[in-house]
T-cell receptor, first 113, second 111 residues
């Protein structure tokens, strides 16, 4: 059983399209995160939810909208995709907010053409 | 704001040689520190973590790290590197709300 699973693993799409990435964790963790990894491998926090409540919303274009239907799921919807959105997006979870030792998903490589 | 610095972008070592990857943090209080490894095309795997107590921390895959408050460092070490250790290594610090990562060090292992 995969602890944190993301789908899809690869996503190639045209500029202007809308796409979603899904994430599920079966660890019983309270907190989930979205990180963006750019082409230089730099990891930057985008969003975090704690028990379905948004607690982190970094400086991210409002074309990006996270949704957490329950504490085991955190999805990321992106509207009007741009070339600069191409990156690897990682979902992660932790037992509680502010507690490190995250468990990461294997990532979604998004390519916008 | 807290930050994590990994001064070495790329390191090459020979298989069987020892390894030390550097990490410096800036944080007022005692930080919670982590090392993660990312193999190509994979997610990040936790190697070890430091919260408090013994400043020498043991992790998985034969890795260890030493917390040195006087040097604001948390360097990762391994006495003998295996070819399978080739990967990207990230140091991270727990902020108030989320982990802040360093820029990573890419490790290459020569036969």
């Amino acid at each position: 059983d995969t602890a944190v699973s993301q789908t899809p693993k690869y996503l190639v799409t045209q500029m202007g399209n809308d796409k979603s990435i899904k994430c599920e964790q079966n660890l019983g963790h309270d907190t989930m995160y979205w990180y963006k990894q750019d082409s230089k491998k730099f990891l930057k926090i985008m969003f975090s939810y704690n028990n379905k409540e948004l607690i982190i919303n970094e400086t991210v274009p409002n074309r990006f909208s996270p949704k957490s239907p329950d504490k085991a799921h955190l999805n990321l919807h992106i509207n009007s995709l741009e070339l600069g959105d191409s990156a690897v997006y990682f979902c992660a979870s932790s037992p509680r907010q502010g507690q490190g030792g995250y468990t990461f998903g294997s990532g979604t490589r998004l390519t916008v053409v | 704001a807290q930050s994590v610095t990994q001064p070495d972008i790329h390191i090459t070592v020979s298989e069987g040689a020892s390894l030390e990857l550097r990490c410096n943090y800036s944080y007022g209080a005692t930080p919670y520190l982590f090392w993660y490894v990312q193999s190509p095309g994979q997610g990040l795997q936790l190697l070890l973590k430091y919260f408090s107590g013994d400043t020498l921390v043991q992790g998985i895959k034969g890795f260890e790290a030493e917390f040195k408050r006087s040097q604001s460092s948390f360097n990762l070490r391994k006495p003998s590197v295996h070819w399978s250790d080739a990967a990207e290594y990230f140091c991270a610090s727990q902020g108030r709300r989320a982990l802040t990562f360093g820029s990573g060090t890419r490790l290459q292992v020569q036969p």
